[in-house]
């Protein structure tokens, strides 16, 4: 099942449908079109938006559970020196005032944002 990025409005209402509570263990994973940009010293998430429209939803990332972290990873993905980039994480929305996101995997770089137009649950 996937869901359109866009609207952002839309989008909140189908992830928190689809949200993972950890109290009841009823999780569901969620691939998700987020473009990361990296604080100055490029060591921290500094925003994170399913999308790359300025009317995108803006999330808050928890990659605790990964090795690398996203910030380590993205060098990897788009090149050394790289604060921002597209890419598809999957993960479990845990939602909340924050609209937070627990990253369980960095998938892979998205290269044509263009076509990184839903999300979706991953069976």
């Known amino acids: 099942m996937a869901a359109p990025i866009y609207p952002a409005a839309s ?7 689809n949200r993972s509570d950890p109290t009841t263990l009823d999780e569901v994973t969620l691939r998700l ?5 990296l604080t100055a010293n490029t060591m921290d998430v500094e925003t994170a938006k399913v999308g790359d429209r ?5 999330i808050a990332l928890d990659d605790r559970t990964l090795n690398i972290p996203l910030a380590g990873k993205l060098p990897m993905l788009f090149g050394e020196g790289t604060n921002r980039g597209m ?3 999957r993960g479990l929305w845990r939602g909340g005032q ?3 996101f627990q990253v369980t995997m960095v998938e892979a ?4 944002a ?6 979706e649950i991953v069976k």
């Open 11 to 17: 989008l909140l209402t189908w992830l928190e449908a």
């Open 33 to 37: 079109p987020v473009f990361v940009t």
């Open 54 to 58: 300025p009317d995108a939803l803006a």
């Open 87 to 89: 890419v598809w994480l």
């Open 98 to 100: 924050d609209k937070q």
């Open 109 to 112: 770089a998205i290269g044509d």
């Open 114 to 119: 263009s076509a990184a137009v839903s999300a």
